[in-house]
């Protein structure tokens, strides 16, 4: 079987704060292979970023790692030096920020910043990076690229923007490209041109996909996976279809009874009641079962672990233990679970 090309090992993050310390990400664990693209997809405050960043080594000076690897074929960067890091950042793994403006310096022009991403990593000629910062604003598809690199990042649109930090990342052909919320400054329209665009560029090269995003309908239609963090920890992760149409965890339930869709009738989005827990003081046994009207008693009392649905689906949910009663999803949820297995047995199955 072939090596991951990034293996996050029981990954647990601390912070120290006034508050005292607060564990931000608890034992989480996941893989990426080549050209798969995985959503992580949460509330904000749920470890989504934190986790992505400790993979970059940019955790804040209050932050430690407690346990856990983070392998990049193999090597754990967790163990290398800053100067080595410095190497792999920018280089093998990259990370497009949510807000393209402050990623772009605004003193320089953008044709010039793409050449400096190159040259940082790359011993490359001045004319042979000027022709690859051309080709790439080419390929994430601005106009007239020969005038635009002598522009200036105020001078463009939001869109525009993000697409030349897209540009910026991927001068070096990185292994790993994470995408940390890429489209929620953008409108729409722009959101899903950025996605498309990501998803085009993924069939062009060889790059896997960390997509970091609150949203799961951004993601529908661009992750081979998805994993759901609450609380600092993975509640539920699978293949795409397997979570959107066959999910298990109540949590997971909600943010897709949250989610808007472009269904003919007229539907009641279903907020998820409460608020996420504070990381500094956890409840007892399941963090997500004060908002859970499918809680058990099992869960103000032992968190869950993660259970098999499937080779490839797992979900930390209590309802999937053998001894508990069998509870209904909400109705919109088993009609999605009728839908893909209907489609499933047509096809006569996967």
């Not at 997809?41 to 932050?63: D, H, P």
């Amino acid at each position: 079987m072939d090596t991951p090309r990034l293996e996050v090992q029981n990954l647990s993050i601390s912070f120290s704060t006034l508050a005292g310390r607060v564990q931000a990400v608890r034992g989480v664990s996941f893989s990426l292979r080549e050209r798969e693209t995985l959503a992580i997809v949460g509330e904000s405050g749920s470890g989504k970023t934190v986790t992505c960043r400790a993979v970059m080594r940019l955790l804040s000076k209050n932050a430690s790692i407690d346990s856990g690897r983070i392998l990049l074929e193999g090597l754990d960067v967790l163990s290398v030096s800053e100067k080595q890091m410095r190497s792999i950042r920018g280089n093998d793994i990259s990370m497009i920020f949510q807000d393209p403006m402050t990623s772009l310096d605004p003193t320089m022009r953008i044709g010039r910043q793409i050449e400096e991403a190159l040259t940082l990593h790359r011993p490359v000629s001045r004319r042979e990076a000027r022709r690859r910062m051309l080709e790439l604003l080419e390929l994430v598809g601005l106009e007239d690229p020969s005038r635009r690199c002598r522009q200036y990042p105020h001078e463009f649109s939001g869109g525009q923007r993000q697409r030349i930090v897209i540009a910026i990342v991927l001068a070096c052909d990185p292994k790993v490209l994470i995408a940390d919320e890429p489209t929620t400054a953008l409108d729409v329209t722009m959101q899903a041109q950025i996605i498309d665009l990501l998803k085009e560029l993924q069939r062009k090269i060889s790059t896997s996909v960390v997509f970091i995003t609150h949203d799961l309908g951004v993601v529908a239609n661009v992750a081979d996976r998805v994993a759901v963090m609450y609380a600092g920890r993975i509640v539920e992760i699978g293949r795409s279809d397997e979570v959107f149409y066959d999910p298990r965890h109540p949590y997971t339930w909600g943010l897709l009874g949250a989610m808007p869709t472009l269904e003919k009738e007229k539907r009641t989005l279903t907020p998820i009641p409460g608020s996420p827990p504070g990381l500094a003081d956890l409840p007892p046994g399941d963090p997500f079962a004060p908002r859970s009207p499918y809680a058990l008693e099992v869960d103000s009392l032992y968190e869950p672990p993660l259970f098999p649905v499937s080779k490839t689906h797992f979900a930390a949910t209590w309802l999937l233990d053998p001894r508990s009663p069998c509870v209904k999803p909400p109705a919109a949820i088993e009609k999605r679970r009728a839908e893909y297995f209907g489609r499933m047995e047509h096809h006569g199955g996967i």
